[in-house]
């Protein structure tokens, strides 16, 4: 009998082993085997920039569609874009809207980790710590400065807060955010290298880091229109000046000749680039979906791409197209006036192609390979030609020429005294479909009587509303209001 | 539940035959795919976040839980997959804390005992059970035919063309509108077709007629028991091969038992269940929404090439949906299931002294599954093949080890006391491969013959959990009148926090035999009754992270100029002191039984308070995620049940038994995270369900309509969304600020019904039985997310759409049945009562009819021979229009579009030898 019950002992002592409840995940790595080392780095920091994928694609929702650029009415008016487009006020509900928040947060959650993380006894090399570091400021500046120009106030983060601590943390005046913006890339410019090695490039660089503060200063000098959104009144025309300058007298970028191949697959990394959104297509998850989201479904399937976008045309606007001169080689460039379908009818509703290469489809719609130009040298350009005609010092002269240069470029004949309405003409000739026209027109001031004019006559079909000063930004995601009742207020003009 | 029914009728799978037999046990069948496990909810839903189904235990083998996911499929497989019902003996379900005390840690969701049948001393008794029927779908969606469709889709056209532009008309020609336009629009121009003399060119096609088809069921089982004094045994074979009701759908499974019990000598008895179990499952991905019963209800009524509508070189229909053919989709694309299971059970069980027991098992349940997927390129619309391959591993090893002592004094004190631990182990590993950019032949159908496989679609990956428990209980009776039960248990869960594993689950219940005592015991109608009064405490640890507890890093990763980069990334809010979800569960009841067994009642009523629950709390995602799970909230359920039996005739040659149970359950939410702010729920669009203090779980949160806008509403300042115009759907601007926005939604029901009930009538006559099973709910909402695939607001005319359009508004003159809006509308869509439905229903699950030859026919080549006919599903009514099954409501209330029933006709035979 004292033989049995031993055997029970034993074999509750066996089953004892309580050490076999501490599992750890198998196909996952713990964060505290994490951060030891530069390689561990420089992988987090690659996880700050994987967070802009996807901006691309909330830009061309959040800025290209909100413009007098598209006319992005779907036939039955239940896409998510089409109350973006239509300056609908129940937007608080809207995905995209929604998901451009979240990621945004989750690109300075990101940056915000590595920064805390960050020290020398891991990262020993002091040069390696500085761009790290410079890597991580940058991106977390660029974040906020979206976060910015869409909803206004947000909350700030300098460091990690945990899901608790940030139930506690409302919404901050703008300037609060700015002086964020502002510190991080003023230390992203001395931080960050000039250049990289071909294998690393892409990466942010300080000469990036100069342009995006450039266009903060130009952004924040914007009028307020009386609401907290992204322009301060600053009149700081000049700090910007000093960026954009300093890029053109001594940064290694240029102007290209052919625009057509500033968007070229086979042209990344051109002379036009200071900073640009990298992708890779392959099936290896970082390939890109912006340059097929303008692109009716239809269109792929006749050209025998093997996947469906599911999208409907974005509609290129009446206004856009008549904009264009004869001459103007851009036009057939980045708009397509329509196409034959399965069935041989010709659809006429014009989209963009400006990014499209059908014969670098790859495996599916999130799999385009082509990097997404950011900042070109046209745009230091053509802000410096804004600084200079909004008060900054400068000379007609080089409003002229920076206008010029792009009108050579696109085939047309020069102009002398460019003034604002022109200069936003040629820029918005430049940029189509590259989501500038927007915030072009929100930092001049001409925003609301520019879009209601252009709605007046555009809207044949009656789907839009006029827009008020409270439409310059977005509202805060509704799922965000409810997390905590009366922890982010609302922005006014929405419901 | 007595499972003798199991073979007097074709069950198909052990939970069909717990439908509608007992009271607070809600058996869904979410779908009519053959094979696809049920939904089993005990005493409503206590879970947010967790998992809430209950507990198998399967001849003492607790088998780890599934959990259902937002469609209401078990993709990770059910742990009832491939178990024979032919080889069950009984089914009990245990629903308080207290009787499931000692499956405690895992019981809160309940627990369903199961027990498989076992030798029996004497000669070999065999039988041989057969079934065929046929069997087909029991509803079709009422859709618009091809005269219909025409008229809608003209009256979109025109509409869009008139408001397109100044100077445009509706009787403008097709002619005249290319002009306009330069370019063939189909937006804006008519098939001029459709309005000539037999509409030459176009075939009308009802899909749903194509799709649906009469199905065959066929089962074979064989089984032997028997034994003698050293050994028991029973064994078994058994062959299902089952039809879907639509094409392309079908399951067989093969499995096998042998139950062997081995009686060493007076002391020591040991045995083995083994039972492996092989099926195939069919399915080339008919459920859901943007799967091919979708396409099918939604498709264009029209063809220019009849069912080969959009493949191989046939463009698809100017006017109709991109999507090719679903028929031949259907016919042409394999999605193949295998799974192939054994469950393997090892016992020895010794006594040591008088009395005293120990027992020790060994559990094994072994899952492979492997999932083949394959389209061909002529029926898919880019003309590019695709393909899958994936599959699963389960493995759950449990070994417990008990020690039982029985003590009997005088027939007065009767004393049980049981302690023991076990140990129990759970790996999951999945993988899968997806093929890129095609095949090279449609011919073959592996993934060798790939172009390319997508890397970021292709992976390995595995998880691993361990659970050990010790328990004990001790039971007391004393003259058999009262009746004492103490348990108590203590878990450790590698699921949760380092310091924070362990939960101690105790209970306590009380029963008193009121028959047994002097003043009752001359009662003469009284035959039995009981008091019982019980509490517990229970717990859960299904969750969908199991390592929720500890902080991980994951990849999101990026490219610098074409070269690949790997991006390391922080994926979750871990919470390091998780710890296990509890429910507490007070239940009394009493046990009637009157007229010597002639009314057998039942009745019990409990509160379930699930705490401390595993929730999913939204948080800021400023914070750099969504949400942060965290042991906070609370959730009551709250009901009754009744239970009858009674024996209206006996004795004669006529018998009748009616067994009747009938439950009430309602839930509130009581507790949420930190500050009790709401949580909104439910995808597409904005959100429609709202779990809410005060509120029952899931309440639905939808915007009111209140008939059809009109132009003097409009002109008094009625509350529009977006751009309404006349003849848009109106709807109640319920916070009153002039708008119609997301802030006007208000609750709408919920999806937990108030009553659920089933009935069996059995009557016997000589040598025919016949049993009839009714069973039903009521007070239940479903929401119809399939809706928005075929009655949403600005439905393109494309799309096939639900019936009742046909009676929409036209014009102030001809403004339909007021409900049904204008069919061109350009104001989007926002959540309302459209898709809103009641989930009541009734059903005759089930008669049967059987007759016993063996007593006619005399014969010594068998000892019995039964022969019966069953009619499944042939009568019912349900109010919901918007999907093909009231049942399939998931947790949240939502419909995705879920595969109907089946009715069918059945007939079989019973021997045995």
Same mark, same amino acid.
């Given at each position: 009998m004292?033989k049995?019950?031993?055997?029970?002992?034993?074999?509750?002592?066996?089953?004892?082993?309580?050490?076999d409840?501490?599992?750890t995940?198998?196909?996952e790595?713990g964060?505290?085997?994490?951060?030891?080392?530069?390689?561990?780095?420089?992988?987090?920091?690659?996880?700050?920039?994987s967070?802009l994928?996807?901006?691309?694609?909330y830009?061309?929702?959040?800025?290209?569609?909100?413009?007098?650029?598209?006319?992005?009415?779907?036939?039955?008016?239940?896409?998510?874009?089409?109350?973006i487009?239509?300056?609908?006020r129940?937007?608080?509900?809207?995905?995209?809207i929604?998901d451009?928040?979240?990621?945004?947060?989750?690109?300075?959650?990101?940056?915000?980790?590595?920064l805390?993380?960050?020290?020398?006894?891991?990262?020993?090399?002091a040069?390696?710590?500085?761009?790290?570091?410079?890597?991580?400021?940058?991106?977390?500046?660029?974040?906020y &400065?979206?976060?910015?120009?869409?909803?206004?106030?947000?909350?700030?983060?300098n460091r990690?807060y945990?899901?608790?601590?940030?139930?506690?943390?409302?919404?901050?005046?703008?300037?609060?955010?700015?002086?964020?913006i502002?510190?991080?890339?003023?230390?992203?410019?001395?931080l960050?290298p000039?250049?990289?090695g071909?294998?690393?490039l892409g990466?942010?660089?300080s000469?990036?880091?100069?342009?995006?503060?450039?266009?903060?200063?130009?952004?924040?000098?914007?009028?307020?229109?009386?609401?907290?959104?992204?322009?301060?009144?600053s009149d700081?025309?000049?700090?910007a000046?000093?960026?954009?300058?300093?890029?053109?007298?001594?940064?290694?970028f #240029?102007?290209?000749?052919?625009?057509?191949?500033?968007?070229?697959?086979?042209?990344?990394?051109?002379e036009?680039?200071?900073?640009?959104?990298?992708?890779?297509?392959?099936?290896?998850?970082?390939?890109?979906?912006?340059?097929?989201?303008?692109?009716?479904?239809?269109?792929?399937?006749?050209?025998?791409?093997g996947?469906?976008?599911?999208?409907t045309?974005?509609?290129?606007?009446?206004?856009?197209? *008549?904009?264009?001169?004869?001459?103007?080689?851009?036009?057939?460039?980045?708009?397509?006036?329509?196409?034959?379908?399965?069935?041989?009818?010709?659809?006429?509703?014009?989209?963009?192609?400006?990014?499209?290469?059908?014969d670098?489809?790859?495996?599916?719609?999130?799999?385009?390979?082509?990097n997404?130009?950011?900042?070109?040298?046209t745009?230091i350009?053509?802000?410096?030609?804004?600084a200079i005609?909004?008060?900054?010092?400068?000379?007609?002269?080089?409003?002229?020429?920076?206008?010029?240069?792009?009108?050579?470029?696109?085939?047309l004949?020069?102009?002398?005294?460019?003034?604002?309405?022109?200069l936003?003409?040629?820029?918005?000739?430049?940029?189509?479909?590259?989501?500038?026209?927007?915030?072009?027109?929100?930092?001049?001031?001409?925003?609301?009587?520019?879009?209601?004019?252009?709605?007046?006559?555009?809207?044949?079909?009656?789907?839009?509303?006029?827009?008020?000063e409270?439409?310059?930004?977005?509202?805060?995601?509704?799922?965000q209001?409810?997390?905590?009742?009366?922890?982010?207020?609302?922005?006014?003009?929405?419901? | 539940?007595?499972?003798?029914?199991?073979?007097?009728r074709?069950?198909?799978?052990?939970?069909?035959?717990?439908?509608?037999?007992?009271?607070?046990?809600?058996?869904?069948?979410?779908?009519?795919?053959?094979g696809?496990?049920?939904?089993?909810?005990?005493?409503?839903?206590?879970?947010?976040?967790?998992?809430?189904?209950?507990?198998?235990v399967?001849?003492?083998?607790?088998?780890?839980?599934?959990?259902?996911?937002g469609?209401?499929?078990?993709?990770?497989?059910?742990?009832?997959?491939?178990?024979n019902?032919?080889?069950?003996?009984?089914?009990?379900?245990l !629903?308080?804390?207290?009787?499931?005390s000692?499956?405690?840690?895992?019981?809160?969701?309940?627990?369903?005992?199961?027990?498989t049948k076992?030798?029996?001393?004497?000669?070999?008794?065999?039988?041989?059970?057969?079934?065929? #029927?046929?069997?087909?779908t029991?509803?079709?969606?009422?859709?618009?035919?091809?005269?219909?469709?025409?008229?809608?889709?003209?009256?979109?056209?025109?509409?869009r063309?008139?408001?397109?532009?100044?100077?445009?008309?509706?009787?403008?020609?097709?002619?005249?509108r290319?002009?306009?336009?330069?370019?063939?629009?189909?937006?804006?121009?008519?098939?001029?077709?459709?309005?000539?003399e037999?509409?030459?060119?176009?075939?009308?096609?009802?899909?749903?007629?194509? &799709?649906?088809?009469?199905?065959?069921?066929?089962?074979y089982?064989?089984?032997?028991?028997?034994?003698?004094e050293?050994?028991?045994?029973?064994?078994?074979?058994?062959?299902?091969?089952?039809d879907?009701?639509?094409?392309?759908?079908?399951?067989?499974?093969?499995?096998?038992?042998?139950?062997i019990?081995i009686?060493?000598?007076?002391?020591?008895?040991?045995?083995? =269940?083994?039972?492996?179990?092989?099926s195939?499952?069919?399915?080339?991905?008919?459920?859901?929404?943007?799967n091919?019963?979708?396409?099918?209800v939604?498709?264009?009524?029209?063809?220019?090439? %009849?069912?080969?509508?959009?493949?191989g070189?046939?463009?698809?229909?100017?006017?109709?949906?991109?999507v090719?053919?679903?028929?031949?989709?259907?016919? *042409?694309?394999?999605?193949?299931?295998?799974?192939?299971?054994?469950?393997?059970?090892?016992?020895?069980?010794?006594?040591?002294?008088?009395?005293?027991?120990?027992?020790?098992?060994?559990?094994?349940?072994?899952?492979?599954?492997?999932?083949?997927?394959?389209?061909?390129?002529?029926?898919?619309?880019?003309?590019?093949?695709?393909?899958s391959?994936?599959?699963?591993?389960?493995?759950?090893?449990v070994?417990?080890?008990?020690?039982?002592?029985?003590?009997?004094?005088?027939?007065?004190?009767?004393?049980?006391?049981?302690g023991?631990?076990?140990?129990?182990?759970?790996?999951?590993?999945?993988?899968?491969?997806?093929?890129?950019?095609?095949?090279?032949?449609?011919?073959?159908t592996?993934?060798?013959?790939?172009?390319?496989?997508?890397?970021?679609?292709?992976?390995?990956?595995?998880?691993?959990?361990?659970?050990?428990?010790?328990?004990?209980?001790?039971?007391?009776?004393?003259?058999?009148?009262?009746?004492?039960?103490?348990?108590?248990?203590r878990?450790?869960?590698s699921?949760f926090?380092?310091?924070?594993?362990?939960?101690?689950?105790?209970?306590?219940?009380?029963?008193?035999?009121?028959?047994?005592?002097?003043?009752?015991? *001359?009662?003469?109608f009284?035959?039995?009754?009981?008091?019982?009064?019980?509490?517990?405490?229970? %717990?859960?640890?299904?969750?969908?992270?199991d390592?929720?507890?500890?902080?991980?890093?994951?990849f999101?990763n990026?490219?610098?100029?074409? =070269?690949?980069?790997?991006?390391?990334?922080?994926?979750?809010?871990?919470?390091?002191?998780?710890?296990?979800?509890?429910?507490?569960?007070?239940n009394?009841?009493?046990?009637?039984?009157?007229?010597?067994?002639?009314?057998?009642?039942s009745?019990?009523?409990?509160?379930?308070?699930?705490?401390?629950?595993?929730?999913?709390?939204?948080?800021?995602?400023?914070?750099g995620?969504?949400?942060?799970v965290?042991n906070?909230?609370?959730?009551?359920?709250?009901g009754?049940?009744?239970?009858?039996?009674?024996?209206?005739l006996?004795?004669?040659?006529?018998?009748?038994?009616t067994?009747f149970?009938?439950?009430?359950n309602?839930?509130?939410? !009581?507790?949420?995270?930190?500050?009790?702010?709401?949580?909104?729920?439910?995808?597409?669009?904005?959100?429609?369900?709202?779990?809410q203090?005060?509120?029952?779980?899931?309440?639905?949160?939808?915007?009111?309509?209140?008939?059809?806008?009109?132009?003097?509403?409009i002109?008094?300042?009625?509350?529009?969304?977006?751009?309404?115009?006349?003849?848009?759907?109106?709807?109640?601007?319920?916070?009153?600020?002039?708008?119609?926005?997301?802030?006007?939604?208000?609750?709408s029901?919920?999806?937990?019904?108030?009553?659920?009930?089933?009935?069996t009538?059995?009557?016997?006559?000589?040598?025919?039985?016949?049993?009839v099973?009714?069973q039903?709910?009521?007070?239940?909402?479903?929401?119809?997310?399939?809706g928005?695939a075929?009655?949403?607001?600005?439905?393109?005319?494309?799309?096939?759409?639900?019936?009742?359009?046909?009676?929409?508004?036209?014009?102030?003159?001809?403004?339909?049945?007021?409900?049904?809006?204008?069919a061109?509308?350009?104001?989007?869509?926002?959540k309302?009562?459209?898709?809103l439905?009641?989930?009541?229903?009734?059903?005759?699950?089930?008669?049967t009819l059987g007759?016993?030859?063996?007593?006619?026919?005399?014969?010594?080549i &068998?000892s019995?021979l039964?022969?019966?006919?069953?009619?499944e599903?042939?009568?019912?009514?349900? =109010?919901?229009?918007?999907?093909?099954?009231?049942?399939?409501?998931?947790?949240?209330?939502?419909?995705?579009?879920?595969?109907?029933?089946?009715?069918?006709?059945?007939t #079989?035979?019973?021997?045995?030898f």
């Amino acid at each position: 009998m004292k033989k049995y019950i031993t055997l029970i002992l034993l074999s509750v002592l066996a089953l004892s082993c309580s050490e076999d409840l501490d599992q750890t995940p198998i196909s996952e790595q713990g964060s505290n085997n994490f951060y030891r080392n530069t390689a561990d780095f420089e992988s987090a920091v690659t996880g700050i920039y994987s967070t802009l994928q996807s901006y691309p694609v909330y830009q061309f929702y959040l800025s290209e569609t909100r413009s007098d650029n598209l006319y992005a009415v779907s036939p039955t008016g239940v896409r998510a874009y089409d109350p973006i487009n239509a300056f609908d006020r129940s937007l608080a509900t809207n995905t995209i809207i929604a998901d451009n928040w979240n990621t945004d947060f989750t690109g300075i959650f990101r940056a915000n980790t590595v920064l805390d993380q960050l020290t020398s006894e891991v990262v020993p090399d002091a040069a390696t710590l500085d761009r790290l570091k410079g890597e991580a400021k940058f991106l977390r500046a660029f974040f906020y &400065f979206d976060l910015v120009r869409t909803y206004g106030k947000v909350p700030v983060f300098n460091r990690v807060y945990t899901p608790t601590e940030t139930l506690e943390v409302p919404r901050a005046p703008v300037a609060e955010v700015y002086d964020l913006i502002l510190a991080d890339l003023i230390e992203a410019t001395t931080l960050l290298p000039d250049s990289y090695g071909s294998d690393s490039l892409g990466k942010v660089t300080s000469w990036a880091a100069k342009a995006i503060l450039g266009q903060v200063y130009l952004t924040r000098s914007g009028p307020t229109y009386g609401i907290e959104g992204p322009g301060l009144d600053s009149d700081e025309y000049n700090l910007a000046l000093e960026q954009f300058n300093d890029i053109i007298e001594n940064g290694p970028f #240029g102007f290209a000749d052919d625009y057509a191949r500033i968007f070229d697959y086979n042209n990344e990394h051109n002379e036009e680039i200071v900073f640009n959104i990298e992708y890779l297509s392959g099936g290896v998850g970082v390939g890109a979906e912006y340059p097929s989201v303008p692109v009716p479904d239809g269109y792929l399937r006749v050209n025998s791409v093997g996947f469906s976008n599911g999208e409907t045309a974005k509609q290129v606007s009446a206004d856009l197209i *008549n904009t264009y001169e004869e001459e103007d080689i851009r036009a057939d460039l980045d708009i397509l006036q329509g196409y034959t379908d399965q069935n041989g009818n010709f659809n006429p509703v014009p989209f963009y192609t400006k990014y499209l290469n059908l014969d670098r489809a790859g495996q599916d719609r999130f799999d385009w390979g082509l990097n997404y130009p950011l900042i070109r040298y046209t745009d230091i350009i053509t802000m410096k030609a804004e600084a200079i005609l909004m008060g900054g010092t400068g000379t007609q002269a080089e409003v002229d020429a920076a206008v010029n240069a792009i009108r050579d470029r696109a085939g047309l004949t020069p102009i002398a005294g460019v003034d604002l309405t022109t200069l936003l003409q040629e820029k918005r000739l430049e940029f189509a479909g590259e989501s500038r026209r927007w915030y072009d027109l929100v930092r001049t001031g001409t925003v609301v009587n520019t879009i209601n004019s252009w709605i007046e006559i555009e809207d044949v079909q009656n789907r839009m509303q006029t827009m008020d000063e409270n439409q310059i930004l977005f509202p805060v995601p509704s799922s965000q209001i409810t997390v905590k009742e009366n922890l982010y207020d609302q922005n006014p003009g929405y419901n | 539940m007595d499972t003798e029914i199991l073979n007097q009728r074709p069950i198909s799978k052990v939970d069909q035959a717990m439908v509608g037999q007992m009271a607070g046990v809600r058996v869904k069948q979410t779908s009519g795919v053959p094979g696809k496990s049920f939904s089993v909810q005990v005493r409503g839903t206590g879970s947010i976040s967790a998992g809430n189904q209950p507990l198998y235990v399967i001849d003492g083998f607790p088998l780890e839980p599934a959990t259902q996911n937002g469609s209401g499929d078990f993709g990770s497989g059910n742990p009832l997959d491939n178990i024979n019902p032919g080889d069950i003996e009984s089914i009990q379900v245990l !629903k308080d804390a207290a009787a499931a005390s000692i499956y405690g840690s895992r019981a809160s969701n309940g627990v369903v005992l199961i027990k498989t049948k076992s030798g029996k001393l004497g000669k070999p008794k065999l039988s041989f059970n057969t079934y065929y #029927g046929i069997n087909q779908t029991v509803k079709k969606l009422d859709v618009l035919n091809a005269e219909e469709w025409i008229d809608r889709a003209s009256e979109i056209i025109d509409s869009r063309w008139v408001s397109s532009g100044t100077g445009r008309t509706a009787d403008q020609t097709s002619a005249e509108r290319q002009a306009i336009l330069g370019g063939f629009d189909t937006n804006f121009i008519k098939d001029d077709r459709w309005f000539q003399e037999g509409h030459p060119g176009l075939d009308y096609i009802d899909w749903q007629d194509e &799709f649906f088809r009469t199905g065959e069921v066929k089962s074979y089982q064989l089984s032997a028991r028997g034994g003698n004094e050293f050994v028991n045994y029973f064994i078994s074979g058994e062959h299902l091969n089952q039809d879907g009701i639509a094409r392309g759908v079908n399951y067989k499974r093969y499995s096998a038992r042998a139950n062997i019990e081995i009686t060493a000598n007076e002391k020591l008895k040991f045995g083995i =269940n083994i039972a492996p179990s092989y099926s195939v499952t069919q399915d080339p991905g008919v459920e859901g929404k943007d799967n091919l019963m979708h396409y099918v209800v939604s498709a264009t009524p029209i063809s220019e090439n %009849g069912l080969d509508y959009n493949i191989g070189d046939n463009a698809p229909y100017a006017w109709g949906r991109s999507v090719p053919s679903p028929i031949r989709t259907i016919e *042409n694309t394999i999605g193949e299931n295998k799974i192939f299971r054994t469950l393997t059970t090892l016992f020895g069980e010794y006594e040591i002294s008088e009395g005293l027991r120990i027992k020790s098992s060994l559990n094994l349940d072994n899952t492979e599954a492997k999932n083949k997927y394959f389209k061909p390129s002529f029926v898919d619309r880019n003309r590019q093949a695709s393909g899958s391959f994936s599959s699963y591993q389960k493995q759950n090893f449990v070994n417990e080890n008990t020690v039982n002592y029985d003590l009997n004094f005088n027939d007065t004190h009767t004393l049980s006391l049981l302690g023991g631990a076990s140990y129990s182990i759970f790996k999951y590993d999945n993988q899968r491969i997806l093929a890129a950019e095609g095949f090279g032949s449609d011919d073959i159908t592996t993934i060798n013959a790939a172009n390319n496989i997508s890397a970021s679609g292709t992976y390995t990956l595995e998880t691993k959990k361990v659970l050990i428990s010790y328990f004990g209980r001790a039971q007391y009776g004393y003259q058999d009148k009262y009746l004492v039960t103490a348990s108590i248990r203590r878990d450790g869960s590698s699921n949760f926090g380092r310091d924070t594993k362990w939960g101690v689950f105790p209970s306590a219940s009380l029963g008193w035999n009121i028959d047994k005592e002097k003043f009752i015991s *001359n009662v003469e109608f009284i035959s039995n009754m009981k008091l019982r009064a019980s509490w517990g405490l229970a %717990g859960n640890n299904t969750f969908s992270d199991d390592y929720a507890s500890i902080s991980r890093i994951g990849f999101s990763n990026y490219s610098y100029n074409g =070269n690949f980069a790997t991006g390391q990334v922080p994926i979750n809010s871990a919470n390091p002191n998780l710890s296990w979800e509890e429910s507490e569960t007070i239940n009394f009841g009493t046990d009637i039984g009157l007229f010597k067994g002639r009314i057998f009642t039942s009745f019990d009523y409990y509160v379930k308070t699930n705490k401390d629950l595993l929730l999913s709390v939204p948080v800021p995602t400023a914070s750099g995620f969504s949400s942060a799970v965290t042991n906070i909230g609370k959730v009551e359920n709250r009901g009754w049940e009744l239970e009858l039996t009674t024996r209206n005739l006996q004795g004669g040659e006529f018998t009748w038994t009616t067994n009747f149970n009938l439950s009430h359950n309602t839930n509130e939410v !009581k507790q949420l995270g930190p500050d009790n702010s709401p949580i909104l729920g439910g995808s597409f669009d904005i959100e429609h369900n709202i779990l809410q203090v005060g509120q029952p779980l899931y309440s639905l949160y939808v915007v009111q309509q209140d008939g059809i806008l009109s132009a003097q509403d409009i002109a008094n300042g009625a509350a529009l969304y977006g751009n309404q115009t006349e003849g848009d759907p109106k709807y109640v601007d319920a916070n009153g600020d002039g708008v119609i926005s997301p802030a006007d939604r208000v609750l709408s029901g919920h999806p937990n019904p108030d009553y659920v009930y089933g009935m069996t009538n059995t009557f016997t006559y000589k040598g025919f039985d016949l049993t009839v099973l009714l069973q039903g709910q009521s007070g239940g909402k479903i929401y119809s997310t399939f809706g928005r695939a075929i009655d949403r607001t600005g439905q393109g005319y494309q799309d096939n759409h639900l019936g009742f359009i046909r009676d929409r508004w036209r014009s102030p003159e001809d403004p339909g049945n007021g409900i049904e809006g204008k069919a061109y509308s350009t104001f989007g869509r926002i959540k309302n009562t459209d898709w809103l439905y009641s989930s009541d229903y009734w059903r005759i699950r089930n008669i049967t009819l059987g007759y016993d030859l063996g007593s006619v026919i005399k014969t010594n080549i &068998f000892s019995g021979l039964r022969i019966y006919v069953t009619a499944e599903n042939w009568f019912g009514d349900d =109010n919901y229009y918007g999907g093909f099954n009231p049942e399939a409501v998931n947790s949240n209330g939502d419909d995705y579009g879920a595969f109907p029933l089946s009715k069918s006709i059945v007939t #079989g035979l019973n021997f045995t030898f």
